[in-house]
């Protein structure tokens, strides 16, 4: 497989439109016995066990003018989001929380060209707008238009996670092009390794994994942590290579569509309003990749 190729670039997009749709049912599942921090730290810890190999072949290519975009991709690419996500999902519905995961494609180019000096287009402008608008429908929605909702606040905090990916996204494409996408997520996760420890051992004890349902939860988390963190990062580092950054971080555009069906599947409540606005964020992000 060739990743210079367009098709192959499409199919690795697709690829990673499921395993990321699919993270939030996952999410899901694990909190149904874990508190969400446990939730989050056990995800990237197991991760990060699994890249450990990489990330200590690879270790020595870490220099002084790398080693700060190295930790911006190990906590805003990887850390901070999934404490944001496992404590949003605490409230917010799994398919919520895969449609306002959009917000990516907007945010990937509102800080290009704040920070990273990338040319737009008016229409590209355009489309962040309506992206925008677009989540402001759809948070109104599961808030029942109440902003004085719980729901606000927490939606806020996928907000927040969405804006985390898009800085680690600029980084990588700006400032650590000249490394390969397994040493980028490699050395990530072995950077996020001691932190994650202190974390797991403050949050957990052995009791928790004796409960009911533990054993399935762990499981879960584990998949997640295996093709929804660890190869998702190294594939999706891999298509920024390849690709551009806006073309790489539009993999939400199919994220939604796994997410809702995983939604319907689980029973969870798909409003048609809530349809309607993810047309509109998925409308600004097709107006934000527009070239011409």
């Known amino acids: 497989m060739s990743l210079e190729k367009k098709f192959w670039?499409?199919?690795?997009?697709?690829?990673?439109?499921?395993?990321?749709?699919?993270?939030?049912?996952?999410?899901?599942?694990?909190?149904?016995?874990?508190?969400?921090?446990q939730v989050a730290v056990l995800r990237i810890l197991l991760a990060s066990l699994l890249l450990l190999p990489i990330g200590l072949k690879n270790f020595w290519k870490v220099n002084k003018k790398n080693i700060l975009p190295l930790l911006a991709t190990a906590f805003f690419g990887n850390g901070i989001p999934a404490f944001l996500f496992t404590?949003?999902?605490?409230?917010?519905?799994?398919?919520?929380?895969?449609?306002?995961?959009?917000?990516?494609?907007?945010?990937?180019?509102?800080?290009?060209?704040?920070?990273?000096?990338?040319?737009?287009t008016k229409i590209n402008v355009a489309g962040v707008f309506i992206g925008l608008l677009g989540a402001v429908l759809l948070i109104a929605v599961q808030s029942n238009f109440n902003f004085g909702n719980p729901n606000v606040f927490y939606s806020f905090l996928v907000v927040l996670a969405t804006l985390c990916y898009a800085i680690s996204v600029n980084v990588i494409k700006q400032y650590l092009h000249n490394m390969d996408s397994q040493s980028i997520t490699g050395i990530a996760f072995t950077i996020l390794l001691p932190f994650m420890l202190i974390v797991f051992f403050s949050v957990f004890s052995w009791s928790d994994f004796q409960v009911?349902?533990?054993?399935?939860?762990?499981?879960?988390?584990?998949?997640?942590?295996?093709?929804?963190?660890?190869?998702?990062?190294?594939?999706?580092?891999?298509?920024?290579?390849y690709?551009?950054?806006?073309?790489?971080?539009?993999?939400?555009?199919?994220?939604?569509?796994?997410?809702?069906?995983?939604?319907?599947?689980?029973?969870?409540?798909?409003?048609?309003l809530s349809v309607v606005s993810i047309g509109v964020i998925l409308l600004?992000?097709?107006l934000v990749n527009k070239r011409n």
């Open 9 to 37: 670039q499409w199919v690795l997009l697709l690829f990673l439109a499921f395993i990321w749709g699919s993270s939030f049912i996952l999410m899901k599942r694990g909190l149904e016995v874990f508190d969400n921090p």
């Open 87 to 120: 404590k949003a999902q605490t409230v917010l519905s799994s398919s919520f929380t895969g449609m306002l995961n959009s917000l990516v494609p907007l945010f990937t180019l509102a800080l290009g060209v704040l920070f990273f000096k990338i040319k737009v």
């Open 212 to 241: 009911k349902g533990a054993l399935k939860a762990t499981g879960y988390i584990f998949i997640l942590s295996f093709f929804g963190t660890a190869m998702a990062v190294l594939l999706f580092n891999e298509l920024i290579k």
């Open 243 to 272: 690709t551009s950054s806006l073309f790489a971080s539009s993999v939400t555009y199919l994220i939604p569509v796994v997410a809702i069906l995983w939604g319907v599947f689980d029973n969870e409540p798909i409003y048609g």
């Open 284 to 286: 600004g992000v097709y």
